[in-house]
T-cell receptor, first 117, second 109 residues
Framework: KAGVTQTPRYLIKTRGQQVTLSCSPISGHRSVSWYQQTPGQGLQFLFE???????NKGNFPGRFSGRQFSNSRSEMNVSTLELGDSALYLCASSPTGYRRSYNSPLHFGNGTRLTVT | QKEVEQNSGPLSVPEGAIASLNCTYSDRGSQSFFWYRQYSGKSPELIMFIYSNGDKEDGRFTAQLNKASQYVSLLIRDSQPSDSATYLCAVNNNNDMRFGAGTRLTVKP
């Protein structure tokens, strides 16, 4: 079974621009979560999507948004980029269902490293 | 208080020793607890999870959970240089999974 696929692997953008990151989950996984990882803050939860609906959201500004398509693929968008948005963005899928299963692990993709200059 | 706390390390142990990694969490409603390993420049990979009080063993790894003390740990027996990585503790409270900042482990040959 193929793992979680994230594209692109690397991005360099300028302040003020916007960016879209893509994530394809493991086949059969309907839950997709996004995390931001920085050396200072560690892994910070952005949001989770399930069946094309945002099920949960972390404490990030509205510049960070996402969506999920009917095939469970997900995209994350960051508008008006700031220098502090430079980070590794990780997507993770999970086999959890409508009733969240507490023992469903997250399976991570290789991440997209975003650099904002 | 952070939701999930870990000592950042670095923790250094000699090859063959037992490495002990600790994690505390603040949400008493948390139901399951995961340990991930992350090599430098790579994404986190699942080692094991635990949701009942006590110990759970998987090969050289043992996870320990004490819900009363809100404490979870990971023991790595017979540590190998290939175990050198950052270990992330994650807590699932049925809303989402929250991660600690990670403990950097170095196993010296």
């Amino acid at each position: 079974k193929a793992g979680v696929t994230q594209t692109p692997r690397y991005l360099i953008k300028t302040r003020g621009q916007q960016v879209t990151l893509s994530c394809s989950p493991i086949s059969g996984h309907r839950s997709v979560s996004w995390y931001q990882q920085t050396p200072g803050q560690g892994l910070q939860f952005l949001f989770e999507y399930f069946s094309e609906t945002q099920r949960n959201k972390g404490n990030f500004p509205g510049r960070f948004s996402g969506r999920q398509f009917s095939n469970s693929r997900s995209e994350m968008n960051v508008s008006t980029l700031e220098l502090g948005d430079s980070a590794l963005y990780l997507c993770a899928s999970s086999p959890t269902g409508y009733r969240r299963s507490y023992n469903s692990p997250l399976h991570f993709g290789n991440g997209t490293r975003l650099t904002v200059t | 208080q952070k939701e999930v706390e870990q000592n950042s390390g670095p923790l250094s142990v000699p090859e063959g020793a037992i490495a002990s990694l600790n994690c505390t969490y603040s949400d008493r409603g948390s139901q399951s607890f995961f340990w991930y390993r992350q090599y430098s420049g790579k994404s986190p990979e699942l080692i094991m999870f635990i949701y009942s009080n006590g110990d759970k063993e998987d090969g050289r790894f043992t996870a320990q959970l004490n819900k009363a003390s809100q404490y979870v740990s990971l023991l790595i027996r017979d540590s190998q240089p290939s175990d050198s990585a950052t270990y992330l503790c994650a807590v699932n409270n049925n809303n989402d999974m929250r991660f600690g900042a990670g403990t950097r482990l170095t196993v010296k040959p």
